[in-house]
């Protein structure tokens, strides 16, 4: 069999964010399926955590014929439980969603188990480890169960595993089912989120960084320990960017074989003919929410600039970009308001009762709401490092200031109990973006922004900004996305470069900002999944040429 001849006939993609929005890899996944539906029609079959048991699901159509009779033959072990079915999204693929709670008592049995073949370390497990490892263990069943069905040793099959949440799936695979040539993807490593995370300098000492020292310096040990036996054992191993690579080269031990940038689907873009009407409806609900926080209309065409994305607080920038508002607040040229929220989902309780009271009630409000900042009410609201920083920064939200900045806590997914619209329906009423990561190994905002059209700011430590720099033409106005260079060392400087940007971008004429937008949606066409598909073609590829010489 030849390289170009090397075509999985059956794929399975096993990930905890498989019909369960949680982050990133959500955005992977139900992006890329699409394009994987349209040349392996119904042979890629998605595996995720049946997280949502008795409760409807709003990502998953229930379908029981979607497998071909294996689930009516299906006999899996320890009581495991599925459903069969298609994920909500562009492609509709076949999801098998797993109950993998039978498996909680028989773990120490898994964890000797993975000891003795491959020298896991589950013993320090705390957290969320045992419930991945549990998940990882029944989607590997799962595939097992399905590969003897299809005799599967037959045919190419390509088991891809997302993340360490599922490594042991494949390490199980490996040993008990041979057969299944094995793909491994780190979307981040547990180590390089830690070191950043804990406000370690990454870059300048990378390194000199030892991947199983630093996990016993930071308590991250196991899993650490499963994702590096993953990485070393899979057929072929695969991160989203250069940046991560070496990142992974370092604390994992494994040069990557294939950097698999992540692509985007334009049809989860407004057409132009709803654009305008989606806009126009978002930037009235975000003016209003305003109008009622802070007891002040907004000016009509105030410049509407957010950040969203998990609640990593320093990992993805969210410090610097506050920072930065508190910047734009001190000075004195504005000519036009600036309203910035941060749209990223905290230990949220539920709507302000207050709040909800005043839009339900439709008047114009000339009183602020007590601390006009935030949206919905946190459980641990005094312990918050946004409303700490704002709070710290004297960013009040005073009617006199050209400066607003709103904290909306929540997952937008269109059930917050205030704004009650998805996130894309949020972010195309943005005028512009802004993700100052220091550790971001792809950077989904920035693109799903410019794929909107929206202009975006992100850093060289991000590996989309990278992609960026990478083309001939890396501006602003060329790309609509500002890269900043950002390091270890230089935080102030980088954020004043932000606020620069912002305020730059909000004294554009109209015709400046529409040649941008349009630069930034030229840019994303070129970041769409039927470009970006050839390097997961590649990775399958090498996973079974790899399976096809072991067998030899």
Known sequence: MTNSESRPDYI?????????LIGGIYTVLSTKAKTLQKSHKDKVVFIGPDVWQEKPSPFF???????????????????????????????????????????????????????????VDSMPAYGDYDEASAFAWASALVIENYYLYINGAEKSVVAHFDEWTTAMGLLYLKH??????????????SMGRSIAGNNKPLYDYLSGYNGDQMAQELNMVSKHSVEKRAAINADCFTTVSDITARECEQLLERRP?????????????????????????????????????IGYKPADDAFLVATSGRYEYRNKGIDMYIDAIGRMA?????????????????????????LLQRVAAGKEYTTPLPD?????????????????????????????????????PSYLTGSDGLLNMPYYDVLVGMDATA???????????????????????????????????????????????????????????????????????????????????????????????????????????????RNQERKQ
């Open 61 to 119: 159509i229930e379908d029981d014929k979607v497998t071909k009779g294996w689930l009516e033959q299906a006999q899996l072990p320890y009581g495991l439980k599925v459903r069969t079915g298609r994920w909500d999204i562009p492609g509709k693929p076949v999801v098998i969603l797993v109950d993998f709670k039978p498996l909680f008592e028989r773990k120490n049995e898994l964890y000797k188990l993975m000891w003795d073949l491959y020298g």
């Open 435 to 545: 993700f100052p990561s220091y550790y971001e190994p792809w950077g989904y905002t920035p693109l799903e922004s410019v794929a909107f059209g929206i202009p975006t700011i992100t850093t060289q430590l991000s590996g989309f900004g990278q992609w960026v720099i990478g083309h001939d033409a890396s501006t602003l106005k060329a790309t609509g996305v500002q890269v900043l260079r950002r390091y270890d060392d230089n935080f102030i400087n980088v954020s004043q470069q932000l606020a620069d940007t912002i305020v730059e971008l909000s004294k554009m004429s109209a015709k400046e900002k529409a040649t941008i937008d349009r630069a930034a949606s030229k840019l994303a066409a070129e970041a769409e999944w039927k470009n970006f598909i050839v390097y997961y073609d590649q990775a399958y590829n090498i996973a079974l040429q």
């Open 372 to 408: 006009p900042i935030i949206t919905h009410e946190l459980h641990n609201y005094d312990s918050d490092n946004i409303i700490n920083q704002i709070h710290w920064l004297g960013l009040n939200n005073h009617p006199d200031s050209r400066v607003k900045i709103i904290f909306i």
């Open 330 to 354: 001190q000075r004195r040229d504005l000519n036009r308001e600036i309203i910035a929220f941060v749209l990223t989902p905290g230990w949220v309780d539920s709507p302000r009762t207050d």
């Open 176 to 189: 008990f089912v041979p057969g299944i040539a094995t793909v491994f993807t780190t979307h981040a490593t």
């Open 12 to 20: 399975f993609d096993v990930s905890w964010e498989v019909c369960n």
């Open 257 to 293: 074989d294939v950097v698999t940038p992540n692509g985007f689907e334009r049809n989860f873009v407004p057409s132009k003919k709803d654009f305008a009407e989606k806009r126009a409806i978002a930037r009235r609900k975000l003016l209003d929410i305003a109008q009622n926080l």
